[in-house]
Every structure is written in structure tokens, then in C-alpha cells.
T-cell receptor, first 111, second 113 residues
Framework: RKEVEQDPGPFNVPEGATVAFNCTYS??????FFWYRQDCRKEPKLLMS???SGNEDGRFTAQLNRASQYISLLIRDSKLSDSATYLC????????????FGRGTSLIVHP | DGGITQSPKYLFRKEGQNVTLSCEQN?????MYWYRQDPGQGLRLIYY???????QKGDIAEGYSVSREKKESFPLTVTSAQKNPTAFYLC????????????FGPGTRLTVT
């Protein structure tokens, strides 16, 4: 079983739509969770951390469900510029500080 | 401005040649990492270093070597032993003891023919 799993998509949505991605992880000891955005042929960039209480940054909302071991990302009012691949990242507590990256979910927002 | 730099952006080499990719950071981060990304694939960890003069193999270290003589620098050498070196190489760094958010350099796209 892969440690971090994401639906690769692509998710093809019209501008203005709301879209949600889920990511499941297998290591119950995981402590830190993130969503990164990667544009084509560019480096991943941190989009937002995911906190236990859930957090929101403008049109983006991230949620963590420790009991079911998944995190989610909700994008409201999608823009053309949101088209990218969204990577789910899970880090262990202490120790080796080696995060595990999901393969990413591709989002295409069309006019 | 603080950040991570990688050079060059594009690199072309003939098969059988060793090549060294540069990664420098001025974020004062302790840990540095090298990843490889192939088209349509996720990131795979090559090597990482948590402190100066120490580094560990990642999942796909064969055919690669690194050094960490300075906190700011973590160069990666792709040797001729690496069977399929053409890929996008990403360097990242993080502050240890925090939430382990990684920050990435712009990457080097290596093509070996």
C-alpha cells in the first residue's frame, strides 16, 4: 500500500466551480500535513499547511481527519490560474524529517 | 531575498559523463534534500542531509553522490553509473524541529543522450 495516495485526475472544471481533492495516508504517527501546488515544469510551492482544526486561506480550505487518515483541499470559485497539480505531503514526527509526497492531483479549470 | 538556487536550469550531457548539479540556500536551513521527478511521476528522494558533513541515502541513491561541506550548499553528482539520468532534479531545504515545511529550488532539467 502506498504511504500517501491521491486521485491523479485530471479534474476538469469550469471557472467558478468548487472542487475538492482528498488524500489518504497510511502512517498513523504522521504529524504534519501540507498541500503544495506544482505548475507544469516548475518546482512545487507550499500552498498551505493543514491543521487539526482545519484552516482557510481565501478560496482554499484544508481539513484533516486523523481518525480516517485523510486530508482534503477545497477550492471555491475556481480560477483559470488554479490549473496545476496539487501535491499532498505528510511528515512524520521528529526523527528523520523525511516527508512523503503523493503523486499529485491534476486540476484543469476551463473558461 | 532568501531562497534556494539551483544551477543550471537546463543541462545536457553525453552518456558516460559525470555531472554535478548545484544547490545553494541562504535560508539558514539545517536540512537539505535532493529529489528526482520523471514525467507524470511523483517526487523520489535521492539523498538528504540534516547537518553539515552528514548525509543519508534516500530511496533511489544508486548512481548518485552528494557532499555537505557547508550548511548553505548541497551539490549532487550524477555519475555514469546512473542508468537513466534524464529527469527533473529538485533540491529542497527545511528547518528541523519545526513542521518540516520544505522549500524548493527552481530545479535543473538534465538530459543525457
Amino acid at each position: 500500500r502506498k504511504e500517501v495516495e491521491q486521485d491523479p485526475g485530471p479534474f476538469n472544471v469550469p471557472e467558478g466551480a468548487t472542487v475538492a481533492f482528498n488524500c489518504t495516508y497510511s502512517n498513523s504517527a504522521s504529524q504534519s500535513f501540507f498541500w503544495y501546488r506544482q505548475d507544469c515544469r516548475k518546482e512545487p510551492k507550499l500552498l498551505m499547511s493543514v491543521y487539526s482544526s482545519g484552516n482557510e486561506d481565501g478560496r482554499f480550505t484544508a481539513q484533516l481527519n486523523r481518525a480516517s487518515q485523510y486530508i482534503s483541499l477545497l477550492i471555491r470559485d475556481s480560477k483559470l490560474s488554479d490549473s496545476a497539480t496539487y501535491l499532498c505531503v505528510v511528515s512524520p514526527s521528529g526523527g528523520s524529517y523525511i516527508p512523503t509526497f503523493g503523486r499529485g492531483t491534476s486540476l484543469i479549470v476551463h473558461p | 531575498d532568501g531562497g534556494i538556487t539551483q544551477s543550471p536550469k537546463y543541462l545536457f550531457r553525453k552518456e558516460g559523463q559525470n555531472v554535478t548539479l548545484s544547490c545553494e540556500q541562504n535560508l539558514n536551513h539545517d536540512a537539505m534534500y535532493w529529489y528526482r521527478q520523471d514525467p507524470g511521476q511523483g517526487l523520489r528522494l535521492i539523498y538528504y542531509s540534516q547537518i553539515v558533513n552528514d548525509f543519508q541515502k534516500g530511496d533511489i541513491a544508486e548512481g548518485y553522490s552528494v557532499s555537505r561541506e557547508k550548511k548553505e550548499s548541497f551539490p549532487l553528482t550524477v555519475t555514469s553509473a546512473q542508468k537513466n539520468p534524464t529527469a527533473f532534479y529538485l533540491c529542497a531545504s527545511t528547518v528541523t524541529g519545526g513542521r518540516n515545511e520544505q522549500y524548493f529550488g527552481p530545479g535543473t532539467r538534465l538530459t543525457v543522450t
